[in-house]
C-alpha cells in the first residue's frame, strides 16, 4: 500500500570517465581486468535467484584473447525453460502487488550499485566478454544502464501521474497494472545495457521476466544478476537462461503465460519469432506485447555544402567505433564527387592511424568481432569485394585481418560505383563501411537511392551547412531512420535525450530510453466512481408533450 504521491530522484545523465593516464578510475578499471581474466568463471543460470548447475558446459571466450578462456557457462535446456516459467509465475503476485516506488527504489539502488561499487567490475566484465574498449564499455555498461534505470523510474512517476479528467459527481481513475503473464527478454550481445534494460524494464513495471542473454555476453549478465540481488530483487522476479536458442524458446512460446516478447537482435530471429507466437495465438491468456529493436544498414548523406573534418570523424567514429557492432553504426555512405578526394584522404588518414588490439590496452581504439562465424562473414565479404574490383567495386581500403590471436580485422571501406552493390544493402555488423560516391547535380536522386536501397530504417544522418539542404532530406528521408542526426555520426543515442529505435525491418520503433517503451509492459485499467448514481431509467428526452 502506498501512503504518499511520491516523486523519484529527478535523473541526471551519468557522467563519462576519461579514464586518463594517472587517473584513479584508470588505475582501478586496470586491476579489475587484471583480476578478472586471472579467474576462471563458472557461470550458470539463476532461476528463483538460485544458480543452476546443468553440467552441460559450453567454453566462453574473450574474442580478442582465444589462447585465455573465461571460463564455462552451465546450458539451460526446455527443463530450465519451463522451471524459469514457473519461477516467474510464483514470484509475480507478491511483486505485482508491491508498490510501484518500491519496484523502482530496487532498480534505483541497483544504478547506485552500478556507480559506486562495481563500475569497473561490470565495465571489465564488458571488456573481457564482448571486446569493447574501455571508452565504449564506460558509455554502455556504466552509463547508458545507469540512466535507463534511473530514467525508467522517472517515467513510471510520471504514467502513474497522468490521470484523466473528473467532472462533478465523478471519480476517474487510470491503474497501470502489469501484465496478465511473464515477459521473455531476449538480449544481444553488442550492449550491456540493452541487456540490462530489456528485463528491468518490464520488471520495473511489476511484471516477472525470463531473461535469455547472448551466449557471448554472458559475463557481463553474470554481473547484472549479482548487482540486482544486491538491491534486493526479489527471488524469481527476473529468471536467467543462457542457452540455445529454440531449445529455451519452444516452452516460452508454447506457455499460456507469455505476455510479452522484449527483443533485440536480428532481423530474421525476430520474424521468426513473431510468426511462432502468430501461430499460438489462441493458446495464450491474452495478446503478447511484440517489442523489438532489430537490424540497421544505416546511412551517412554527406551534400556539397558539407565541412570535410567533421564528415571523416563522424565516418570513422560512425563506422568503426566497436568494430561496427552497432545496430546504429554508419554502414554505407553517400559522398559527392567534389568532396570525395578531400574526405579520401582525410578519412584513409584516419584509417591508418587507428590502433586495434587487446582492449586492456587503452591506447587500443578497436578490440575484435565477436565470435568466429562473424569473422568468417566478414572477411568473406571483405575478400567477395577485393574480387569485385572493376565490377561493382572502385577500390577497397583498409581491410587487413588476423585470427591467430583473436578476431580481429581492420577498418575497411569499400568504395562501389554500383549503388545497390551488395555491401551498400546487406547488414554486415562489423567494420565494414561502403560508400558510393554520387555526382553533385544528383542530390534528388541520391535522396531516393539512401531511401529505397535498403529494407531498415533504424538511424542516418546528414551532414550540411545549407539549411535548405537540410530540411529538405528531412522531409526526403522521413521514414528511412527512427533516430536522425543532422552534422553528427549516426551513433551514440543517449538516454532521456534521444530515445532509440526504428521503423521498417528495424523494429517496432518503441523506444527505449522513454516512457513509450515502458507503456508497452503496462495494462491499463479505468476506474470510474460515481459520487451520485442514477436512481431512475428514463431519460428527460422520452417524457411527454
Not at 583473436?406 to 555488423?429: N, Q, S, W
Amino acid at each position: 500500500m502506498s501512503h504518499g504521491l511520491f516523486e523519484t530522484p529527478p535523473p541526471v545523465n551519468e557522467p563519462v570517465f576519461g579514464y586518463e593516464p594517472g587517473s584513479p578510475a584508470r588505475a582501478e578499471l586496470q586491476a579489475e581486468l587484471k583480476r578478472q581474466r586471472a579467474e576462471s568463471f563458472e557461470l550458470a543460470p539463476i532461476i528463483d535467484g538460485k544458480p543452476v548447475h546443468t553440467g552441460t558446459l559450453e567454453t566462453l571466450l574473450s574474442p580478442h584473447d582465444l589462447a585465455t578462456p573465461i571460463g564455462q557457462v552451465h546450458q539451460a535446456g526446455p527443463e530450465q525453460a519451463q522451471q524459469a516459467i514457473a519461477a516467474a509465475q510464483k514470484a509475480k503476485p507478491a511483486w505485482a502487488a508491491l508498490p510501484w516506488e518500491h519496484r523502482a527504489s530496487v532498480f534505483l539502488r541497483a544504478a547506485h550499485l552500478i556507480r559506486t561499487k562495481y563500475r569497473a567490475a561490470l565495465n571489465a566484465a564488458t571488456m573481457l566478454g564482448q571486446s569493447k574498449t574501455a571508452h565504449q564499455a564506460e558509455i554502455d555498461a556504466a552509463c547508458e544502464f545507469i540512466d535507463f534505470l534511473a530514467f525508467n523510474a522517472h517515467y513510471m512517476t510520471q504514467i502513474m501521474r497522468d490521470q484523466p479528467d473528473s467532472p462533478t459527481g465523478l471519480w476517474n481513475r487510470v491503474e497501470s497494472r502489469p501484465l496478465d503473464g511473464f515477459v521473455f527478454a531476449i538480449t544481444p550481445f553488442n550492449f550491456t545495457a540493452i541487456a540490462g534494460n530489456l528485463p528491468t524494464a518490464p520488471a520495473m513495471c511489476g511484471n516477472t521476466v525470463v531473461w535469455k542473454p547472448a551466449a557471448t555476453a554472458m559475463l557481463s549478465a553474470h554481473f547484472i544478476m549479482k548487482i540486482l540481488a544486491e538491491s534486493g530483487l526479489p527471488p524469481g522476479v527476473i529468471n536467467l537462461v543462457p542457452g540455445d536458442g529454440p531449445a529455451i524458446g519452444g516452452p516460452v512460446f508454447a506457455s499460456p503465460e507469455l505476455a510479452g516478447l522484449h527483443f533485440t537482435g536480428s532481423t530474421g530471429v525476430f520474424q521468426t519469432l513473431w510468426q511462432q507466437i502468430g501461430e499460438n495465438i489462441r493458446n495464450y491468456r491474452q495478446y503478447p506485447r511484440i517489442v523489438g529493436e532489430t537490424g540497421g544498414k544505416d546511412f551517412v548523406l554527406v551534400h556539397p555544402s558539407a565541412d570535410v573534418e567533421t564528415v571523416s570523424v563522424g565516418l570513422l567514429r560512425g563506422a568503426y567505433e566497436y568494430q561496427g557492432q552497432k545496430c546504429s553504426a554508419a554502414s554505407r555512405a553517400y559522398i559527392p564527387k567534389s568532396l570525395w578526394p578531400q574526405i579520401r584522404e582525410r578519412l584513409g588518414a584516419f584509417m591508418a592511424d587507428v590502433q586495434v588490439g587487446d582492449v586492456s590496452d587503452f591506447r587500443n581504439f578497436m578490440g575484435a568481432v565477436i565470435d568466429a562465424k562473424s569473422y568468417k562473414k566478414l572477411t568473406g565479404a571483405i575478400d567477395e569485394a577485393r574480387s569485385n574490383v572493376g565490377s561493382g567495386v572502385t577500390e577497397v581500403i583498409g581491410g587487413e585481418f588476423d585470427d591467430s590471436k583473436g578476431y580481429f580485422i581492420r577498418p575497411t571501406l569499400i568504395v562501389a560505383d554500383d549503388p545497390k552493390y551488395r555491401t551498400m544493402k546487406e547488414e554486415l555488423f562489423g567494420p565494414v563501411l561502403s560508400v558510393f560516391v554520387y555526382d553533385d547535380n544528383k542530390w534528388d536522386e541520391t535522396l531516393k537511392l539512401v531511401d529505397t536501397t535498403s529494407e531498415y530504417a533504424l538511424t542516418g544522418a546528414v551532414f550540411a551547412t545549407d539549411r535548405h539542404v537540410i530540411d529538405h532530406a528531412m522531409n526526403a528521408l522521413r521514414y528511412s531512420a527512427g533516430n536522425f542526426y543532422i552534422n553528427d555520426k549516426p551513433t551514440g543515442a543517449v538516454v532521456g535525450q534521444q530515445p532509440f529505435g526504428g521503423s521498417r525491418a528495424s523494429g517496432t520503433n518503441d523506444k527505449a530510453g522513454s516512457a513509450l517503451n515502458l507503456m508497452r509492459w503496462i495494462s491499463t485499467r479505468t476506474i470510474k466512481e460515481n459520487f451520485s448514481p442514477p436512481t431512475q431509467w428514463r431519460y428527460p428526452s422520452m417524457a411527454g408533450e
